[in-house]
């Protein structure tokens, strides 16, 4: 599985623990109910672009090593207050 696509939906939560997507470059999870994005270190590590624009995100904190080959990351039309970014 390299791309997904599950845009639009009503998804509550999506908790990315699986190796099943060890190989994936592309998430779309745009336009769902997403609150939180939880994230086990080492499962994205081929992931390019990320979308979670129109969720309600209120925290998105990028540590160093979850996503590192993230080149596009889509967070508009959430409800973010700040972006801390950790190493």
Partial sequence: LMELYLSRNQL????????????????????????SFPVTPGVLPELRSLH?????LASFPV???VFPALMELYLSRN?????????
């Fill in 63 to 65: 540590t160093s090593g």
């Fill in 52 to 56: 979670l624009s129109g969720n309600q």
């Fill in 79 to 87: 409800q973010l207050t700040s972006f801390p970014v950790t190493s």
């Fill in 12 to 35: 509550t939560s999506f908790p990315v623990t699986s190796e099943v997507f060890l190989l994936l470059s592309a998430l779309h999870l745009d336009g769902n109910q997403l609150a």
